[in-house]
């Protein structure tokens, strides 16, 4: 027997904001799934807005998810109306009636990716940033990216991108996508060509998968602070607890830590990599930059997390996450200066979302140029990494230090502005 339900009418409800600075509010109302609650926070962070309350309750069937977010005044929210529709779990009529068969349940078919090939007579001050945030809007997933400086000045960027409308091989879509860029490039641009990449290109764009043993030392070897000598802020005033008494079915996990942008997302996404079931959770952002999570959780078989190393393991990987959800370094590249970030890609095989586009905003901020950009995937001690590496133009001018681009890198993908 299925589920009742109006499935077409109330599976997502936006109720947006009646006054500036008021949280819009979200609701999901559908059949459950794992990792829908990670599904979902992704997508409201792709659309860079942030949860600042959230509730979630679930029987293992259904799901109730209620998510106050604040953000950006020009969302389009019919548009993430149709992306969170997407996630949720589908159904099936009968008579009229709608019934969740999660036996129809199917694996999407990988999107095709495309190359775009961009040509510009001379670089400008945040020239990439302008590109990206163009395909953003456009809803064009960068997957990975080469740019390069010739020595004359002119810029060459090879974009694998791939479409959430599905539309990019079509005349019409890639018109409207070369007329967006145009627009934003001006005299700058040379030319542009989009085309789908076969299985030779995307193999030849893939890069080496060897990272210099330095790169791997500096920002993948983070160990977790002694709570008791650390004394950073940030350090200081995280928490993870687990407790098995308050619930004969469940465990309680209770996080309070400093919030981030995609904090939500990134406890959603570790939960779902543990493969552990969220039954009940509440969440909270205060004014004082604080984010507190009570979660009532339980393993895949239905039992509590009752093994003390699979609680220390949960608990270290959920406190890993919330204090490095992005690894952020600057170093030397030979003569040069260069800009690492690196974020772990979920099971699924999808990135973090606008990792890039804050980058590169972060950058434009600072007044950098860049002069060159590779973007790889590494399996780095059993973890798949997305890693960006930026070179960074010393051109007349660059007088920032070290530690203040990557202070004001990380602050931006942190959303600590």
Same mark, same amino acid.
């Given at each position: 027997m299925g589920v009742l339900y109006d499935y077409d009418e109330d599976v997502v409800l936006i109720r947006q904001a009646e006054k500036p600075g008021d949280p819009t509010e979200i609701t999901v109302n559908c059949p459950d799934k794992t990792g829908l609650g990670c599904d979902l926070c992704r997508i409201i962070l792709q659309f860079g807005l942030s949860i600042s309350r959230?509730?979630?309750?679930?029987?293992?069937?259904?799901?109730?998810?209620?998510?106050? &977010?604040?953000?950006? $005044?020009?969302?389009? #929210? /019919?548009?993430?109306?149709?992306?969170?529709?997407? &996630?949720? $779990?589908?159904?099936?009529?009968?008579?009229?009636?709608?019934?969740?068969?999660?036996?129809?349940?199917q694996q999407p078919k990988p999107p095709d990716v495309f190359l775009l090939k961009l040509w510009c007579y001379h670089d400008r001050k945040g020239l990439l940033h302008d590109v990206t945030e163009v395909l953003c809007e456009l809803e064009l997933t960068i997957k990975r990216v080469k740019i390069s400086t010739a020595p004359d000045g002119r810029v060459m960027g090879l974009f694998f991108v791939t479409d959430t409308r599905n539309e990019l091989h079509t005349k019409k879509r890639q018109e409207d996508t070369i007329n967006h860029l145009e627009a934003v490039l001006g005299d700058a641009m040379m030319s542009i060509e989009i085309e789908l990449a076969g299985s030779e290109v995307t193999a030849c764009s893939q890069g080496s998968s060897f990272l210099p043993p330095a790169i791997t030392e500096e920002i993948f070897s983070l160990e977790l602070p002694n709570e008791r000598s650390n004394g950073s802020a940030v350090s200081n005033s995280l928490s993870v607890t687990m407790d098995n008494s308050l619930s004969p079915s469940h465990t309680l996990v209770q996080i309070i830590c400093l919030d981030h942008k995609g904090l939500i997302y990134d406890i959603m996404r570790t939960l779902k990599e543990y493969n552990i079931q969220t039954s009940y959770g509440r969440f909270f952002a205060n004014a004082k930059g604080m984010c507190e999570a009570d979660l009532l959780v339980m393993q895949v078989d239905g039992k509590k997390?009752?093994? $003390?190393?699979? *609680? /220390?393991?949960?608990?270290?990987?959920?406190?890993?996450?919330?204090?490095? $959800?992005l690894r952020v370094a600057v170093r030397s590249r030979g003569p040069d200066t260069e800009l690492l970030v690196a974020n772990p890609v979920e099971l699924s095989g999808r990135g973090r979302p606008l990792v890039f586009y804050d980058i590169?905003?972060?950058?434009?901020?600072?007044?950098? *140029?860049?002069?060159?950009?590779?973007?790889?995937?590494?399996?780095?001690?059993?973890?798949?990494?997305?890693?960006?590496?930026?070179?960074?133009?010393?051109?007349?001018?660059?007088?920032?230090?070290? /530690?203040?681009?990557?202070?004001?890198?990380?602050?931006?993908?942190?959303? #600590?502005?």
């Open positions: 959230g509730d979630v309750s679930t029987d293992g069937k259904w799901c109730y998810i209620l998510f106050w &977010v604040v953000g950006k $005044p020009n969302t389009r #929210w /019919n548009l993430l109306h149709i992306r969170l529709l997407e &996630v949720c $779990p589908s159904c099936s009529s009968a008579s009229g009636i709608i019934y969740y068969k999660p036996e129809f349940q997390i009752v093994d $003390p190393n699979k *609680q /220390n393991a949960l608990s270290s990987r959920l406190r890993m996450e919330l204090l490095h $959800p590169t905003l972060a950058l434009k901020i600072l007044n950098i *140029q860049i002069f060159s950009v590779e973007i790889g995937r590494h399996m780095i001690r059993d973890r798949e990494w997305e890693v960006y590496r930026i070179l960074l133009d010393e051109g007349d001018g660059f007088c920032l230090s070290r /530690n203040k681009i990557e202070e004001g890198v990380r602050k931006k993908l942190m959303g #600590w502005e």
